[in-house]
């Protein structure tokens, strides 16, 4: 199949859709497909050393990407990418973390181009991206997930805002600390573990920075877990154990500041009920292909459901390889899956 890949764009997760790219495309090609990498920030179809440097044959285009970002990108969003496809591409491969490509606006213009494509469609993608609103459907469903608070900041953002949490709801939350995060962001993108009420104003206007919607979240101290699905299958749970500190964006995608356990070394009951909580979850919230749902284990062993992720990264350093490393699958094959999993029936 002529596959295209598209990946990169203006979110803050920019720098890890081009390494979760260039790691797909090459599996792509190796497994027989024509693979086409468009960075969907600069407008371009990666050719010569740019498309050498993104699967990995030299160095250069994962360092030198994000600061090529023309002025005004961030404006022009995905519909002329979409309409620019070549009539011959079989499917697209969704690389995009966070942003339009995350949020169901991708999927969107696809579906109406009729453009098959990888990963969940339109209602999953919007639900999942959107915390306050996938939080509302676990709680209905009777998935555990943190107690939590929001706070809207203004439209304009020239516009003050004075946020602040009152007693009762510190009280609720089980006091500080606790997660301050922006509603529609991932890789912890903007998250801030605040341990007192003087650090809490400046953590909602750092999430501001990335939406109006912030989140105020019980902290849940204990492990870091995760369970990758792609459609029914659960793949073996994955421990994140951070070298000192908090599981954040640097401790995700720096090789060798955290450690990771897979299978986790869970009682057997325990890992039954997070990869039965895993797939509720993405059910819940319809994902479709693979997807990832992110988890806390309190000390009394006790899981809280975090979030689920439809884009998850695939870069050398991501949990969705690993987790299918575990199932004995190697990258290519966990590629391979994923497009089969896609819903090639729609092609245009």
Known sequence: MKIAVLMGGTSPEREVSIRSGGGVAKALLSLGHEAILLDTGTGKLLQGGDLRAALGHQPGYAALAPATIPPGAA??????????????????????????????????????ARVPYTGSGVLGSALAMDKAISKRIFVHEGIPTPDWVERWA????????????????????????VIVKPNDQGSTVGITVVSSRAELKPALHLARRYGRLALIERFVPGRELTVSVLDDRVFPIV???????????????????????CPAELPPEATERLLALGLEACRAVRTRGVARVDFRLDEE????????????????????????????????????????AAPVEAAR
């Open 239 to 261: 421990e994140i154990i951070p070298e000192g500190g908090f599981y954040d964006y640097e401790h995700k995608y720096t090789a060798g500041a955290s450690r990771y356990e």
């Open 154 to 177: 203004p439209e304009d953002p020239a516009q003050p805002w004075n946020p602040d949490l009152d007693d009762e709801e510190i009280e609720r939350l089980g006091g500080f600390p």
């Open 75 to 112: 404006n022009v969003g995905l519909e002329p990418f979409v309409n620019g496809l070549s009539r011959d591409v079989d499917l697209v491969f969704v690389a995009l973390h966070g942003g339009d490509g995350e949020n169901g606006t991708l999927q969107a213009l696809l579906d109406l």
């Open 301 to 340: 062993g006790t899981p809280h459901c975090l979030e689920v992720n439809t884009v998850p990264g695939l870069t050398e350093t991501s949990l969705v390889p690993k987790a299918a490393a575990a199932a004995g699958m190697s990258y290519e094959d966990l590629v391979r899956a994923i497009v089969s």
